[in-house]
């Protein structure tokens, strides 16, 4: 009796399409919607202002003139530059506060509250983001009027005989951008720190760890991808934020993002505003740069750190 061997069935799903057509869609929205705009600032950044029009550019003789007058070189105004360092400091303090304020409140989200609550204090975290964001920024225009909430709270209870000045001031736009921003701080730093293990922690504990060595040791390390994320989501936006600074800070709290929305709007010269768009975008690039390779030696010294202990433990 000989045995017969079954022949496979004919494949019946026909072609296969390549795998990478399914991001195609996102490729498509990236190229459209991101590259191409940021392409046509780069090339609008090298003309010069036609005169007497509204916002026409002349490429006919690429030049750098529109970057020396945004840097200061030469005889030109050094504006942009002062201004650049003053946003770029109230971006680093925002986010550096939304980091500091954002880590604890995500931890005690992630590891203390109950599944039960924790859905609802996501929904209460979210509902500020169902408001536009220029309406949420006007209300703090009542806050911190000479004769709002705070300035009235102070009177009353005795601590100021009269009215304080906040509204207008760098401390408005610093307390704007961190209210704005938090939460984007926030969801990526819970979601690290809800996926970690909690066996890990309690492993920490049990071999001798106390709450502060097992929070540097075993739990900010396995969330630094959030940490990183929460980094980037805040400081990208904030950085070129102009609403927060022009509704709260008046005068006084200019970021660069501001010029740049003042050549295209109002002095109708793109091309100098591309220029500082593009100044902008690579000054923030090397910032997120300087923070990379900070992130990476702190990383590894925490990691020299947890062997050195783990080493002198087991001696």
């Given amino acids: 009796m000989t045995a017969t061997i079954a022949e496979p069935p004919p494949d019946k799903r026909g072609i ?10 996102s490729w498509i929205w990236y190229v459209i919607f991101f590259a191409v705009p940021v392409a046509l600032v780069v090339v609008s950044s090298f003309g010069e202002k036609v005169a007497g029009s509204a916002g026409r550019v ?6 750098l003139d529109q970057y020396r007058e945004a840097l200061g070189l030469g005889d030109a105004d050094n504006t942009f530059f002062t201004v650049l360092k003053q946003g770029m400091r109230t ?3 925002g986010t550096t506060l939304c980091l500091f304020i954002g880590m604890p409140f995500a931890y005690y989200l992630a590891v203390k509250v109950s599944e039960k609550w924790r859905g609802l204090l996501l929904m209460l975290l979210m509902i500020p983001f169902f408001t536009n ?10 806050v911190l009027a000479p004769r709002g909430f705070i300035a009235n709270t102070l009177i009353d209870w005795g601590i100021r005989d009269t009215p304080i000045q906040l509204l207008n001031t760098r401390f408005a736009v610093q307390l704007g951008v961190v209210y704005n921003y938090l939460p984007l701080m926030i969801f990526p730093l819970f979601v690290a ?3 970690l293990d909690p066996a890990l922690r309690e492993a920490s504990k049990d071999l001798g760890a106390n709450r502060v060595r097992t929070f540097t040791q075993v739990t900010l390390p396995l969330a630094m991808p959030g940490i990183v994320a929460g980094l980037v989501l805040v400081f990208v936006p904030l950085s070129g934020d102009y609403i927060t600074a022009a509704t709260l800070g008046g005068a006084k709290g200019n970021m660069a993002g501001a010029l740049v929305a003042a050549q295209y709007l109002e002095a109708q010269n793109p091309a100098l505003g591309s220029a500082i768009a593009v100044v902008l975008i690579l000054f923030i690039l090397l910032l997120l740069g300087a923070f990379a390779i900070v992130g990476k030696l702190t990383a590894d010294a925490l990691r020299r750190h947890r062997r050195v202990t783990i080493a002198g433990a087991a001696a």
């Avoid at 296969?16 to 869609?25: E, H, N, W």
């Avoid at 002349?58 to 030049?63: F, H, K, Q, R």
């Fill in 133 to 142: 964001f220029l309406i949420r920024t006007i209300a703090w225009k009542i």
């Fill in 58 to 63: 002349d490429l006919s003789s690429p030049n």
């Fill in 16 to 25: 296969r399409a390549p795998k990478f057509l399914l991001a195609a869609p």
């Fill in 193 to 195: 720190l809800d996926r």
């Fill in 91 to 93: 971006s680093i303090i």
